[in-house]
């Protein structure tokens, strides 16, 4: 998005790392902060402004205070079968491989295939070792290959130096194009994704922590009632991101707060140079988190595979998030539909 619509690289990093440690610091568990999905797919295919985002953020982050201050937010959850959710998790998880091994993995020739395998080894070896989480390898394994074969260190040190994020106050007709352009094909994804999934996948991995969705839908209010004015990218919280920092040894808010800690570092000293620094973090190495991150996801449709109907309901939502244009709302609702006819007894249905 910074690249295709011009954004302020400044803004867009420090924000988006002071998001991500203030979820570390509220939830004190690895409740990472992503970009709104579709509103990035249409910024970027459309090549649209930054007024036209800020604006978008600022108009989900209302609306999202009126569903969460209504009551509406909760109802909608309870709504919601659990075979719907599970399939909303196995579409993610279906996106996400999908994209670690067409994007990422392949996106470095032969060195590339060589790292990623090499990531992939080192996950496998240590996945699941507390002392010695698996991120801690991979991560350096990319560091290290940059350093010999990508960083340009000239580049990355004429770059260097303080740069503080845009002040930005959005135009009224912003707010209300952006919300018809980008914030109303948002909405069920985020509800779908960024509430249901994430506080099922949170009572999944957290169960002690018995995450609200009323505190779920204000901390995303919050970050996008915040984010426009600092040139900020609209914010929302993920199944997909949780699963990745669990899987690969987050257990604390602290994981959360050293990522977000790194994004604030790049905005405010090497934004300018972004694009340099970036390299430090290889594609097929993000291909391999990703890839085990999407099979986290997919791994929670066990949950229904006791039931037979529950885990047709759910393999049809996932194929059609993971398929078809708006597959999450798509998925979504007929999902609720198809659960309806065969899920009568409720069996499994309601969490």
Same mark, same amino acid.
């Given at each position: 998005?910074?690249?295709?619509?011009?954004?302020?690289?400044?803004?867009?990093?420090?924000?988006?790392?002071?998001?991500?440690?203030?979820?570390?610091?509220?939830?004190?568990?690895?409740?990472?902060?992503?970009?709104?999905?579709?509103?990035?797919?249409?910024?970027?295919s459309q090549k649209l402004s930054g007024g036209l985002l800020y604006g978008a953020g600022l108009s989900i982050g209302i609306?999202?205070?009126?569903?969460?201050?209504?009551? %509406?937010?909760?109802? !909608?959850?309870?709504? +919601?079968?659990? $075979? /719907?959710?599970?399939?909303?998790?196995?579409?993610?998880? *279906?996106?996400?491989?999908?994209?670690?091994?067409?994007?990422?993995?392949?996106?470095?020739?032969?060195?590339?295939?060589?790292?990623?395998?090499?990531?992939?080894?080192?996950?496998?070896?240590?996945?699941?070792?507390?002392?010695?989480?698996?991120?801690?390898?991979?991560?350096?394994?990319?560091?290290?290959?940059?350093?010999?074969?990508?960083?340009?260190?000239?580049?990355?040190?004429?770059?260097?130096?303080l740069v503080l994020p845009s002040v930005n106050i959005p135009r009224p007709a912003d707010i209300v194009n952006g919300f018809?352009?980008? %914030?109303?094909?948002? !909405?069920?994804?985020? +509800?779908?994704? $960024? /509430?249901?999934?994430?506080?099922?996948?949170?009572?999944? *991995?957290?169960?002690?922590?018995?995450?609200?969705?009323?505190?779920?839908?204000?901390?995303?209010?919050?970050?996008?009632?915040?984010?426009?004015?600092?040139?900020?990218?609209?914010?929302?919280?993920?199944?997909?991101?949780?699963?990745?920092?669990?899987?690969?040894?987050?257990?604390?808010?602290?994981?959360?707060?050293?990522?977000?800690?790194?994004?604030?570092?790049?905005?405010?000293?090497?934004?300018?140079?972004?694009?340099?620094?970036?390299?430090?973090?290889?594609?097929?190495?993000?291909?391999?988190?990703?890839?085990?991150?999407?099979?986290?996801?997919?791994?929670?449709?066990?949950?229904?595979?006791?039931?037979?109907?529950?885990?047709?309901?759910?393999?049809?939502?996932?194929?059609?998030a993971f398929a078809l244009p708006y597959g999450y709302a798509i998925g979504l609702v007929s999902g609720l539909l198809l659960?309806?006819?065969?899920?009568?007894?409720?069996?499994?249905?309601?969490?």
């Amino acid at each position: 998005m910074i690249a295709a619509c011009g954004l302020d690289p400044a803004g867009s990093f420090l924000m988006f790392g002071l998001m991500q440690i203030m979820t570390g610091i509220l939830y004190g568990i690895p409740m990472p902060v992503q970009p709104l999905k579709a509103m990035a797919v249409l910024m970027i295919s459309q090549k649209l402004s930054g007024g036209l985002l800020y604006g978008a953020g600022l108009s989900i982050g209302i609306t999202m205070a009126v569903l969460t201050f209504t009551g %509406a937010l909760d109802y !909608i959850v309870r709504a +919601i079968p659990k $075979s /719907v959710v599970r399939g909303i998790q196995f579409g993610l998880g *279906l996106s996400l491989a999908s994209l670690a091994v067409k994007t990422y993995v392949l996106a470095g020739g032969a060195q590339g295939y060589l790292l990623a395998a090499l990531g992939f080894i080192l996950t496998v070896v240590f996945i699941g070792n507390k002392k010695y989480p698996p991120a801690l390898f991979v991560v350096l394994l990319g560091i290290i290959y940059a350093c010999f074969f990508s960083v340009n260190f000239g580049v990355l040190a004429a770059g260097a130096g303080l740069v503080l994020p845009s002040v930005n106050i959005p135009r009224p007709a912003d707010i209300v194009n952006g919300f018809l352009v980008l %914030a109303i094909p948002q !909405i069920a994804l985020s +509800i779908s994704n $960024s /509430v249901i999934a994430t506080k099922r996948t949170v009572d999944d *991995l957290f169960p002690e922590k018995a995450l609200t969705v009323r505190k779920i839908g204000w901390t995303y209010t919050a970050m996008n009632l915040i984010n426009p004015f600092f040139s900020g990218i609209p914010t929302c919280h993920g199944a997909g991101g949780i699963a990745g920092h669990y899987g690969f040894g987050g257990r604390t808010g602290g994981s959360v707060i050293i990522y977000g800690a790194l994004f604030a570092v790049i905005g405010l000293f090497f934004s300018r140079g972004f694009s340099e620094f970036v390299k430090f973090f290889p594609m097929p190495v993000l291909g391999v988190i990703l890839l085990f991150e999407s099979l986290s996801l997919m791994s929670f449709i066990g949950d229904v595979a006791r039931s037979k109907k529950c885990l047709f309901v759910s393999l049809v939502v996932g194929i059609m998030a993971f398929a078809l244009p708006y597959g999450y709302a798509i998925g979504l609702v007929s999902g609720l539909l198809l659960d309806h006819f065969v899920n009568k007894d409720k069996i499994l249905a309601h969490y």
